[in-house]
C-alpha cells in the first residue's frame, strides 16, 4: 500500500502560477495527476513513467510534471492558469500502468487525499 500526499494548491489570480507536490510513502512504476472540477468527471492531467511525461491537450505547454525518485516526490508546476484549470487536484500512482492507460483514473491504484486549485478571473 503506498500513501499519497498532495500539497500546494491555493487561490490564484488567472495567468499566475502554482506548484503542486505530491509525496509517496514508497516507489511506483507511474505517477500521475488528475483533476475534478464541480460536477464533472475526474480527468487526466499528466503523468510520468520511466522517466517520460504524458500531458493531457488542454495543459499541454503550460504544466510540467516531475519527478525524484530518491525522495519519491512528484510535482506539478502549473503556469498561465486559467479560470478552467480550477479543481481539486489528486496525485495518483501504480505499478500495472502501461502508456495506453496512463490517462485512465481507473488504471491506478492509489489515490491522494487531493487539493483544491481555484483560478480567479
Known amino acids: 500500500q503506498v500513501q499519497l500526499v498532495e500539497s500546494g494548491g491555493g487561490l490564484v489570480q488567472a495567468g499566475g502560477s502554482l506548484r503542486l507536490s505530491c509525496a509517496a510513502s514508497?516507489?511506483?512504476?507511474?505517477m500521475g495527476w488528475f483533476r475534478q472540477g464541480p460536477g464533472e468527471e475526474r480527468k487526466f492531467v499528466g503523468a510520468h513513467r520511466m522517466g517520460n511525461t504524458y500531458y493531457a491537450d488542454s495543459v499541454k505547454g503550460r504544466f510540467t510534471i516531475s519527478r525524484d525518485n530518491a525522495r519519491n516526490t512528484m510535482t506539478l508546476q502549473m503556469n498561465r492558469l486559467k479560470p478552467e484549470d480550477t479543481a481539486v487536484y489528486y496525485c495518483?500512482?501504480?505499478?500495472?500502468?502501461?502508456?495506453?492507460?496512463?490517462?485512465?483514473?481507473?488504471?491506478?491504484?492509489?489515490w491522494g487525499q487531493g487539493t483544491q486549485v481555484t483560478v480567479s478571473s
Open positions: 514508497g516507489r511506483t512504476v507511474a
Open positions: 495518483a500512482a501504480g505499478d500495472r500502468l502501461i502508456v495506453s492507460t496512463l490517462s485512465k483514473a481507473d488504471a491506478y491504484s492509489f
